[in-house]
């Protein structure tokens, strides 16, 4: 039911993003605007690890720095029946972690130095089983490609707000005296269209985060594990939120890294950490 209700929301959001391009540049921007969502796929498919990796500067952790890591990921990857994949460290004192990557052949997760010291090696294992399920079921790659569709929305509302005050338009529909339609419709795409594909966003990312509580606490046999975890990493991030986050990869890491206000709670990329928890701790296994 997750994967459909991911596969819908997607459809929706490229459709979004060709019905701006329609909007702006007729039936040629609609053709670009198809072209671009293929070009984005394809560039968040081959390079997308590589990209949040870089971006984190994180560091690859040897097994000697972190056997328990290693025990946790060799132990979780044979349970999934997945290749153990590569792991990375962020020097910050703030607990978070994140997967990426395009497929379980290709991935890499990455755990922050912080994380290593407040969590039990039970706690430890919950968040790591969370993270490779995101792996499993090729979260990763989907969550990426919906922030960079999105991305591509806000910029053509970017350039609609321009097209506004600059008196744009298509020439064909001043000619035709649609200079009115066209107002009206820029106006959708300047105001609308990125609210539209941010809620979008926003949903595949926190259908796919409950979904990854749940397999991983299954496999693990253990959701009191993953449960308490999250309420150690939640309650870490309001005190020490993650410096230097760039918010369109906020939706990788396990908890939100940026603290915010009740109204930024609304239009988080993770569900409340109150409901992931509730949940877990009424998993029958």
Excluded: C
């Excluded at 997967?99 to 430890?124: C, D, K």
């Excluded at 993270?131 to 053509?156: C, F, P, Q, W, Y």
Aim: net charge positive; charged share 15%; hydrophobic share 50%.
């Amino acid at each position: 039911m997750n994967t459909l209700k991911t596969g819908l929301l997607l459809s929706v959001l490229t459709v979004l993003l060709v019905f701006v391009g329609q909007l702006i540049g007729g039936a040629q921007g609609a053709m670009t605007m198809f072209i671009f969502a293929l070009v984005i796929n394809l560039v968040s498919y081959w390079f997308s690890d590589k990209i949040v990796l870089a971006m984190y500067r994180a560091k690859p952790l040897s097994e000697s720095d972190a056997p328990q890591v290693y025990r946790a990921v060799r132990e979780i990857a044979s349970l999934n029946r997945m290749p153990v994949p590569k792991v990375y460290w962020l020097p910050t004192a703030t607990p978070n972690a994140f997967a990426t990557g395009r497929s379980p052949s290709h991935a890499a997760v990455a755990v922050t130095s912080g994380l290593l010291e407040i969590m039990s090696e039970e706690e430890l294992k919950g968040v790591l089983a969370h993270e490779l399920s995101h792996v499993k079921n090729r979260d990763t790659l989907v969550m990426s490609v919906a922030a960079a569709v999105a991305g591509a929305i806000s910029m053509l509302a970017h350039w609609a707000r321009w097209g506004l005050m600059w008196g744009g338009g298509r020439s064909d529909d001043r000619r035709n005296g649609n200079a009115a339609v066209q107002l009206v419709a820029m106006l959708v795409i300047a105001i609308l269209a990125p609210l539209a594909a941010m809620l979008i966003q926003l949903a595949i990312s926190r259908t796919r985060e409950y979904g990854a509580d749940e397999t991983g606490a299954r496999l693990i046999r253990n959701p009191r594990a993953l449960a308490s975890a999250l309420e150690k990493l939640d309650a870490a991030v309001h005190e020490h939120p993650l410096p230097n986050v760039n918010p369109a990869t906020a939706h990788l890491f396990i908890v939100n890294p940026l603290s915010g206000d009740a109204i930024a709670k609304l239009f988080s990329t993770h569900p409340p950490i109150e409901e992931r928890v509730r949940r877990l701790r009424s998993l029958r296994l």
